[in-house]
């Protein structure tokens, strides 16, 4: 509750398999990206974002890969 989710949730998390399975996944593809600290952030399994980042150059990171996302769509 302290983080914001319900006890319910938090059970149905550490005792479901296919959540597990999903946290597991998540987890491999991280480790497979390089992942290494925290804040990371992994938009459409292709750009890793490491560490804090300035409002301008988020914007500009997403705006990348949005454009990017687009051409691979066409």
């Known amino acids: 509750q302290e983080v914001g989710?319900?006890?319910h949730l938090a059970e149905q998390a550490v005792s479901d398999e296919e959540w597990a399975s999903r946290v597991y996944s998540d987890y491999q593809m991280a480790m497979h990206m390089g992942v290494a600290s925290v804040p990371t952030y992994v938009m459409d399994s292709q750009f890793l974002v490491d560490g804090h980042?300035?409002?301008t150059a988020?914007?500009?990171i997403l705006a990348t890969a949005w454009e990017?996302?687009?051409k691979d769509l066409a």
């Open 58 to 60: 988020f914007t500009n």
């Open 68 to 70: 990017q996302s687009r």
């Open 53 to 55: 980042q300035t409002t």
């Open 5 to 7: 989710m319900s006890w």
